[in-house]
């Protein structure tokens, strides 16, 4: 096939990427750069005092620093259970294929009904869990409720719900691993510990910097789970800069200052990606 | 059952009433063959429901009339509206708005002046036998400009309460909301009820929302009277103190309670009293099926302090995009909304909560809906949201704050000097 051949078949894709990507990028800086009012009508060049504003804005420093412990911790707690059920469940051993299905059905549930459900079971007063809490003699504890809980409770909720994906990748990661290397360490006299840290980590690589990126980006974008359960609060414990960016620009109509805190969220979203990529998937 | 008998009755009744009354010389629809579509966007849920009863017999009455209503959550209907107006797009005949919307959207010119369509129409508007205040929130500027708005929910603030827990102690109607400290020390003594009181908490429109009509009580009030400045002082950290003292008697984690969790405590009969009651809260709460409080709530005017009770206007308002290619058959339909009758027969099938002093008078209505005669009354003396374009914002501020003081992370002086500080900065435009 001729490259120039090639590159017509790929341009249909390549325009609609362009379309669908590039442009809105394009978009939301330009409009960053401008304060910009939908209901004001104002539209003014302000170049970077926008950006300024928010670095001055108490708002929305705390929804990064909020938004930062998410990712770190929901990613790390997803992928390392997610790692520990893969390898678990890759054993043989009786009922396996029954397990299967039920692991994953968290994530068959919508965002709403797991918000919704979760709120029910994190009630402090009627919740099923300060209910398990009090039968094992201990305090109820206000999860949704204090400054301090709010977020270590929504980092749960997401882990249940997302632990699923990070175990499927996982798990056909160790699928695709011959038998024989560990066939081979057996023989050698490898203990099952060795062998998880020299065989199947080093295997699992690529697939760990995939869930790494995947839940990485993903948890970045924090928005309906808060914005179900808590509304950011109590005391903005669990405001994110998505929240902050739905409620600057659909409820305040400040297009300009919400695409400024887009393209922030967009530039941290692909510092961190880049790393990911270069540092473990390319290698 | 009782009430379902009278809807059916009062559908029929409907059916063959023929023309709507209340509107004074308001002609009916024209008679011509000529089809009318018109296409509204409004909310979801129970308004909905209200209206969707009215385009049906709208449309029975009116055969050559189809009218297009899509419903929407309160976000989405804000957005979509936004959006709609902003690019005077004409696919869009009506909008439903909540009243705070209604200065940002007229400060654009985006809606259409009501009072000059009808005098095109030949319609001479009767706006007697609405509460001066609905129909001053409907004009922009407020109070005195031009008509872009017409009352069609009265959503307004009302107190409810356990009159058999409060007939039980000895307890009189409160009046005060020193009397409502006073009646939860009492009712947490007892122990008729698991908590003698709730309200919203969680952050932003909530919190601010159940707040304000304590606010005002003590005298208080979020802007200055020319709203280019904060106005909260040392009654706002007053009020703050007292809804502090509230908190000791209301159920755990209620700074993070929203309206689900304050309305089904109410009529689920875990609480005694909420600090707000929206009508449509209650509208069931004499209805066995859905709620465990059948005929035990009372209702009365939102408390006052230092100064009258002060219950916030949360009422819905149709208004007519200025973009609209339909405008009269529009109008026409929200005269007919707004009319005596159909206003009597959806607050008696739907539970709409009336924007008619006559409906409120109503012995038929307040006989099957207790709480219609304190909404109505309390449309009276409620208390609009400052009527700025800017109120969504400076709302969330409030809103953010006292929430922090519910979550014991500020002091209430700390809240008030920092509210005041960011809604000035809002005000100015940062």
């Known amino acids: 096939m001729s490259k120039k051949l090639a590159f017509f078949l790929t341009l249909p894709s390549l325009l609609l990427i362009i379309f669908l990507t590039v442009y809105p990028i394009f978009g939301v800086f330009y409009f960053s750069l401008h304060k910009y009012n939908l209901i004001s009508g104002e539209f003014t060049f302000s170049g970077i005092e926008e950006y300024k504003e928010l670095l001055n804005d108490y708002l929305f420093k705390v929804s ?28 043989k051993f009786p009922g396996r294929r029954l397990i299967l299905p039920l692991i994953v059905l968290p994530n068959m549930f919508s965002v709403v ?6 709120k029910l079971m994190l009630d402090p007063e009627t919740g099923l869990v300060n209910h398990v809490l009090r039968l094992m003699g201990f305090q109820p504890l206000p999860w949704l409720t204090s400054v301090s809980l709010a977020l270590p409770s929504i980092i749960i909720i997401d882990t249940w719900q997302w632990t699923p994906i990070c175990f499927l990748i996982f798990y056909a990661g160790l699928q695709s691993i011959p038998r024989e290397i560990y066939e081979a360490a057996l023989i050698d006299g490898a203990p099952p510990l060795t062998t998880f840290r020299r065989i199947t980590l080093p295997m699992l690589k690529s697939h760990i910097a995939l869930v790494l990126l995947l839940r990485s980006i993903d948890t970045f974008r924090l928005f309906d789970k808060v914005y179900l359960l808590t509304g950011g609060g109590p005391a903005n414990a669990t405001e994110t ?29 692909i510092a961190v990606s880049i790393v990911y990529v270069r540092e473990v998937i390319l290698r | 059952m009782k009430i379902a008998g009278v809807g059916v009755g009062a559908f029929l009744l409907g059916l063959g009433g023929g023309y709507y ?26 308004h909905n429901d ?4 009215v385009i049906d017999f709208f449309t029975r009455e009116n055969p050559n009339y189809k009218v297009e209503y899509t419903p929407l959550a309160y976000n989405a209907l804000y957005d979509k509206i936004v959006l709609t107006l902003q690019q005077g797009a004409t696919a869009v005949d009506l909008v439903y708005m909540d009243d705070p919307w209604i200065p940002q959207f007229g400060e654009k010119g985006w809606l259409t002046d009501l009072e000059a369509l009808s005098k095109e129409a030949g319609i001479t508007l009767d706006l007697g036998d609405f509460p001066k205040v609905l129909i001053d929130v409907g004009r922009h500027p407020y109070r005195t400009g031009k008509l872009v708005a017409f009352p069609q929910m009265g959503n307004v603030q009302i107190f ?15 009046k005060t909301w020193t009397d409502v400290l006073s009646a939860c020390e009492k009712i947490k003594a007892s122990g008729l009820v698991e908590y003698p009181i709730a309200f919203r908490g969680v952050k932003g429109n909530p919190v601010a929302t159940a707040f304000q009509p304590l606010l005002y009580a003590f005298g208080g009030k979020i802007l200055s009277d020319d709203l280019k400045s904060c106005a909260l002082d ?26 689900p969790d304050v309305r089904d405590r109410l009529v689920g009969g875990k609480i005694a009293m909420s600090t707000e009651t929206w009508p449509g809260w209650i509208k069931d709460a004499d209805n066995p099926a859905v709620s465990k409080v059948p005929g035990l709530l009372a209702y009365t005017l939102t408390p006052g302090e230092r100064e009258r009770p002060s219950p916030l206007l949360g009422v819905w308002y149709w208004g007519i995009p200025a973009a609209s290619q339909n405008k009269e058959a529009a109008l026409n339909y929200i005269l007919y909304s707004a009319s005596a009758r159909m206003q009597k027969l959806m607050a008696i099938v739907k539970g709409l909560p009336p924007v008619r002093a006559s409906v409120g008078a109503d012995k038929e209505v307040v006989g099957l809906r207790r709480w219609v005669a304190i909404q109505v009354q309390s449309l009276a003396s409620a208390v609009p949201r400052p009527r700025t374009p800017l109120w969504s914002k400076v709302e969330d501020i409030f809103g953010g704050y006292v929430n922090q003081v519910l979550a014991g992370t500020l002091k209430p002086a700390d809240a008030v000097a920092k509210a005041c500080e960011d809604i000035n900065k809002a005000l100015a435009g940062g």
């Open chain 1, 113 to 118: 009904v797991v918000s919704s459900m979760w």
């Open chain 2, 50 to 53: 209200i209206n969707s009863g």
């Open chain 1, 64 to 91: 990064v620093q909020n938004t930062i412990v998410f990712s770190v911790l929901a990613t790390f707690l997803q992928t390392l259970l997610g790692l520990g059920i893969a390898v678990i469940v890759n054993q």
């Open chain 2, 234 to 259: 040392s009654k706002a950290v007053e009020a703050l103190e007292f809804l502090l003292q509230l908190k000791k008697y209301a159920p755990p984690g209620v700074e993070n309670f929203n309206t």
């Open chain 1, 241 to 269: 800069i998505s929240l902050y960016i739905f409620k600057t620009g659909l409820i305040f109509w400040e297009i300009g200052k919400a695409s400024a805190a887009s393209f922030i969220m967009l530039g941290i979203i």
């Open chain 2, 160 to 174: 409810a309460y356990r009159k058999d827990v409060f007939d039980k102690l000895g307890l009189g109607e409160p």
């Open chain 2, 21 to 46: 009354a209340g509107l004074a010389s308001a002609p009916k629809p024209p008679a011509a063959p000529k089809q009318y579509t018109i296409t509204a966007i409004g909310r979801d849920a129970e």
